[in-house]
């Protein structure tokens, strides 16, 4: 009888040990019941939250795609028309004469406001002139030959152009006459300017063209009446 009790006794014990075991080692693990780890859980949330490189590129091709965002700032979704194309060729030329006849101010003109007036002109349209051009090549089209102090008679093309004699006049000038001669001759040059670029706005399709024809005639307006004030017209 003794001998049975001791064994009981013996068996409850060892079962109580391994119940506290288990108890033990489940509250020193990091893991929860389940066995899932609760940082790989989160790592993963966190990188389910982050964009992934696959969906910068889609969105920067859908950027791409509505012409916006274009390093060399053309918007090609803009499209462009003939209009757009006659507007650039024409007034690459108009510019280049404008150009020219704003050269010979600095050696020949007697007035201060004339060679200002001269260095502003040139200073604006040079630049005008490279965007145009930049805009025939990326469309495909040939950018006119430079045809300034050639003696080429283009008055008939363009509203405004001075003919060959015009420009061997005004070469031949200085002091008062010079100034006379190229502010009258300016003033009739930004009026075929203003027109071209009013046709533009109403015709072309090109954003960056049909702005640069806006400032053509807000600039050139400006100019026009400047020049006939020192002209004595108003």
């Known amino acids: 009888m003794t001998a049975h009790r001791t064994f009981v006794r013996r068996a409850a014990f060892a079962a109580t040990a391994g119940v506290a075991a288990l108890v033990l080692a489940a509250c020193g693990s990091d893991k ?17 939250a982050s964009p992934q490189a696959g969906d910068h590129t889609e969105a920067e091709g859908r950027n791409n795609a509505d012409g916006h965002n274009n390093a060399d700032g053309h918007n090609n979704a803009d499209g462009h028309n003939n209009a757009d194309v006659s507007f650039a060729k024409e007034m690459i030329q108009h510019h280049r004469q404008a150009v020219e006849m704003a050269g010979l101010a ?3 003109a ?4 004339v060679k200002s007036l001269a260095a502003r002109i040139e200073g604006a349209q040079d630049p005008e002139i490279e965007n145009m ?17 050639m003696g080429h008679d283009m008055s008939s093309s363009m509203p405004g152009m001075m003919s060959a004699g015009d420009m061997e006049e005004l070469k031949k000038a200085s002091g008062d006459d010079f100034d006379k001669k190229f502010l009258a001759m300016m003033v009739k040059h930004h009026e075929g300017a203003v027109a071209m670029g009013r046709t ?4 072309g399709k090109y ?13 050139q307006t400006a100019e026009i009446e400047q020049m006939n004030k020192m002209l004595g017209k108003s």
């Open 133 to 149: 051009s930049g805009w025939l090549t990326a469309w495909g089209e040939e950018v006119p030959a430079d045809m300034s102090g």
């Open 110 to 113: 007697a007035s201060k406001d």
């Open 207 to 219: 954003g960056p063209a049909t702005r640069l024809a806006a400032d053509v005639v807000t600039a």
């Open 32 to 48: 929860p019941a389940g066995g899932h780890d609760m940082g790989a859980k989160e790592s993963g949330s966190a990188a389910a």
């Open 200 to 203: 533009e706005k109403s015709d």
């Open 106 to 108: 600095e050696g020949r």
